[in-house]
Each structure stands twice: as structure tokens, then as C-alpha cells.
């Protein structure tokens, strides 16, 4: 009988051999296969980044392109100024009826001090020190600074900098460096007289530290419309009854108006456009093996050499591939002596600005279906089962015990 129980195959342990063999085939599989999925995840992630940048440019182009979008150079909307070093025009909600002529005297400023400049890696400041505030109405505000000898100087100012930022008195601070030298720098948050201050610095090191007034609180002063002279506390003014908001940003004269054509920015237009098309193609070409849907579009964007007579005229050259170049002078002649043609051939209801922009953005709504599918991972419906075998999940172990 002994002898007999020996010649009994111990069919569970035979089966969990033979199934070790076959999760291990698993096993190596679904490692290519997540393999595959991580290198698949990895390129679609640099396609889709390579995907918005190129396209979400050439939109915002061929939208400058367009004549009757707000953002057009050939006839753009809104209003603004002649001269932006001048006045810019923040805000507008009225219309314009004719130009308002600006004349800026002086544009308003913060008060401003500064310390000398103090070798960032030495230590020469050290003790308890006061710094006094006091504003234009006459409060003041004590400001208490302790310099530690054993810390670099950088690392005192920037402590001190702190104390006046966490004062919460209306000042901001911060200190630079350049060439190993640090220096402390603050003023106030809000320009005009009404908001200036002057600063005193007590204490051991106040001499070391030297702070100077660099710019003193002033208002600015302007005319409109020849008018008298205003003033304001902020270089951000209202005309109109509120209704026109408007930046000093320099003195001098500026008319604010309807916006008109500038021909550089038209030129530059123009240039940015046939960059960020040229990019789009090339993107295209990169990837049009990739899928059908991609190889589609490449032929789609490269149909620009089928225009390269008309685009000629203009200053717009195309070569074979599609790829589109400026010249300048011939594209500046155009403007000049036919501005109509050159506006209707790229931004006109049939123009090459206009058909650009509505493909761009159809294919932008659309992009999630220009990659392949991520390959599927596969499974096998084995686990490791709670007695340390392998084990079909939806067998029960009770037959292989029996076996067992």
C-alpha cells in the first residue's frame, strides 16, 4: 500500500507548475505590453504639446489676419493712442467722436529710497535698529530691525526687507544684487503726493547702510484738449465722464482715437502669420504617418503651393512644399499701391487668413481623434491565489483539492 500511494502524481502541484509557465508568459507579455503603453503615452504627450503651440499660434495669426475681427491689424477696433510712450488707452466704453488731444507735463511717481551698495558676502552690520516712517499726513510707523553680526549682509537687508513688507504700511520692499553687491530698495505701493513718506534709519549700522531718497511723491499734470492743467495722484486717468480710461506713461503729446492700420504692425502681421503657418506645415509633415487624419491635413496646409501665383503678387512667395516667405519690399509696394487687393487675398471672406482660421480652429474642437489609440493591454484572468498558487479566478480550488 505504500508502495502504491508513492506512484500518485500530486496533480495540484503539477498544476501549479504548469501554471507558474503560464503566468510567467503572462508576466512577460504584459510587461511589452506596458512598456508599450508607457512609450505610447510618451509620444502622444510631446504630440499634443507640439499639437497646441503650433496651432494655438497660427489661430491667434490668421485672426490678426482677418479684417473684421477685434484683433485685426488691417482694420483694427477700438481706440487707443498715437503715441504709447505718451497715453494708452486702458478701458473704453463710449464712442469716440472725434481725437482727444493729450498733453502729459509730468507723469505721477511714488517716493522711493534705496541703501548703498554693500558687498553681499561680508559682515558689517550688527545691533538693534529703528526705522521711522512718516507719511505725508504726519503719522509715523517704528520699525524694529536687529542686524546679527555672524550673518552676511545680503541676508540682513533681506531681514530688513521683511520687517517692512510684514509692517503693512503701504510700502514694498525688496533688496537686488549685482556684481556680489546687494541693495535694499523700497517705496511706496501708490504714486501721488498724497502717499509720500520720508524714511529715517537709527542705529549703529545707519551710516553703513546709508538709505537716500532716489524719487519723491508727485502728481501727475496734464491737459486736454488744450484745457487747463489737471491733476491726478495716478497715472491712470479717466476722459469722457469716466467712460475712457487712459495710462499716462510718459510726457509729451498723444491724440487718443479711433484705432487706424500701422503699417509695421500690418507687416509684422503679416510675417508672424506665414511663421506660425510654415510651423503648423512642418508639425503636419513631422507626424502625417502617424494616422490617416494626419496625413489628410499635411495635404490640406501644403495646398498653399497651388496659390503661389495668385500670393505672388503681393510679396508672398510658396515653394513646392507648401512653405510660404515674405519679401518685404514687394509685399510693403503692394500695400502701398494696392492695400485692397493684399487685405482681401489674405483676410477677405475667401483670403488665405480667413479659410486658415476656421481649418486651425475646426481642427483644434477636433484633436482628440488625430492620434492613434493607445494599444490594448490584455489580461488573463489568473491570479495568485490566498494559498500561495496560481489559480483561474473563476474556477474553484475545491476541484483540485479534491484531486489533491
Known sequence: MYGINCMIPN???MYDRWLAGILHNYSSRMKEQTEALTSYERASKEFFSEFDSAFGQL???????KLFSSDSVFRPMGYGSSNSGVAEVTRDTTV???PIHLEVAQTAASTSYASKALVSSEYTLQGQHTLTITGSGGTTTSIQVEFDSAIDNKTNLNRMAAALNEANSGITAFVSEADGESTLHFSSNRTGTEHGFTAALSGGSAVTIGLEETEQARNARYTVDNGGEMESQSNMIELLDGNLGVTLTGTGSADIGSKTADHTQTMDGVKKFADSYNNVLNF??????????????AYSYAATRFQSGTLSRIGIDVDSRGILSVDEGRLGEAFRNNRGEVENLLGGADGLAYSTY???????????????KAPAVSHSGYRYGPRCNY????ISGTFFNTLA
Open 11 to 13: 496533480y495540484a502541484q
Open 59 to 65: 489661430k491667434a495669426a490668421s485672426s490678426a489676419l
Open 96 to 98: 469716440v467722436t472725434g
Open 284 to 297: 503636419l509633415n513631422k507626424y502625417k504617418n502617424t494616422s490617416p487624419t494626419l496625413g489628410n491635413l
Open 358 to 372: 476656421a481649418k486651425t480652429l475646426s481642427t483644434m474642437l477636433s484633436s482628440k481623434n488625430l492620434y492613434p
Open 391 to 394: 489559480e483561474r479566478s473563476y
